[in-house]
């Protein structure tokens, strides 16, 4: 019997729910502007994982890349619902560099 599938399977969903809990509190302390900076990690993580020799390792480290790039596309969403009300609101965000480059692109979405 081969349990990888089924391990991994377990694994990748506690990656994507501690990926919920990411986005929402990164959106609270940093705000929604540091979403290039999170997609550039994601990224760089899944490039990563073309690099790990174990296949347990590569399918790991990939789906935290993963996890990274649809957080980054979630965080103009996670705004949003800040703003409605939804989540705890915090008007005092850390200003990620390049600001004002970064106002000027529109936020990815999936």
Known sequence: MNW???ALGAVTFGIIGL?????I?????????WWPYILLAG????LASLFVESNWG??????????FVWGATE???????AEVGWFPFNGKKIRPPF????????APHL
């Not at 990926?19 to 986005?23: L, Q, R, S």
């Not at 600001?99 to 529109?106: D, T």
């Open 4 to 6: 990888f599938g089924l």
């Open 99 to 106: 600001e004002k480059i970064i106002k000027k692109w529109p």
């Open 19 to 23: 990926g919920f809990v990411w986005v």
């Open 58 to 67: 590569s399918a790991v480290v990939a789906a935290f890349g993963a996890s």
């Open 75 to 81: 965080m103009k969403e996670q705004a949003v619902r």
């Open 25 to 33: 509190r990164g959106e609270r302390y940093f705000g929604y502007l």
């Open 43 to 46: 990224i760089l993580t899944i």
